[in-house]
Every structure is written in C-alpha cells, then in structure tokens.
C-alpha cells in the first residue's frame, strides 16, 4: 500500500510540475503579446485574447465549441500562435506534438512578438 501511495505521490509532483510549467509559459507568452498574464487563467477568456494574440476574429470562439471543427480550430491556433512569434509552421506543429517542451521554448526563448500593432498574420486561412 505504502508502495502505491509512494507511486501516486510521485505521479502527482510531476504533473504539478508540468501544469505550473504550462501556466507559466502561456502567462510568459501572453505577456510578450502585450496582453495581461493571467487571462490564461481564465477559461473561455484565455482563448478570446489567444485569437486577439494571434490576429483572429473572436467568433471564432464558436468554432471551439463544435465537436471536430474544434481540433483543426486549435490546430490552426497553434500554428498562428508559433508564427505571431517569428517562428515556422514547423514550430507550430511542435507545439502541438509535444506542447511541454515547445510551449516553454517560445516562452522563454529569444523569441519576440512580430504580429504587434501594425503587423499582419501570414496566413489569412478562415479569416473574416
């Protein structure tokens, strides 16, 4: 029993760790966006300022709530998301394989924020 509860106890450390180590990359990510930190805290409303982020139309949001139109949705988001940062399609598909070392890269990398004021997505894919 002490053995299970030993395994449990360990299992739960690392997904802490991972969840803290997400939290912090999105909060990292929205900050360099120019946006506030802790919306990634917030359901619904941290996808409502990724698309402000990543220079999409907000009703979007209901393309998220479509079962299977959803995952291209968050594919696309993905993508859109390692571009807003200067990075390739490639990345994207990085972040989305394997987010808990992808996410942290963009977060906390050299990476900066080139969709900015001006700037405009490079690719108009569903735009309107």
């Excluded at 390692?82 to 987010?99: C, D, E, H, R, T």
Aim: glycine content about 8%; hydrophobic content about 60%; some cysteine.
């Amino acid at each position: 029993m002490e053995g299970l509860l030993a395994i449990l106890g360990a299992y739960l450390v690392v997904v802490l760790a991972i969840a803290i180590l997400m939290i912090a990359s999105m909060w990292k990510l929205f900050s360099k966006a120019g946006k506030p930190g802790w919306a990634c805290l917030v359901p619904i409303y941290n996808y409502v300022v990724w698309l402000e982020i990543i220079k999409k139309p907000i009703w979007w949001i209901i393309l998220l709530l479509i079962p299977i139109v959803n995952f291209i949705i968050i594919i696309i988001m993905f993508i859109e998301m390692a571009k807003a940062y200067g990075k390739s399609a490639g990345f994207g598909v990085g972040m989305i394989i394997l987010p808990y070392v992808f996410f942290p890269m963009l977060a906390f990398g050299d990476s900066t924020y080139v969709y900015g004021d001006k700037a405009q997505p490079t690719s108009d894919l569903l735009d309107n």
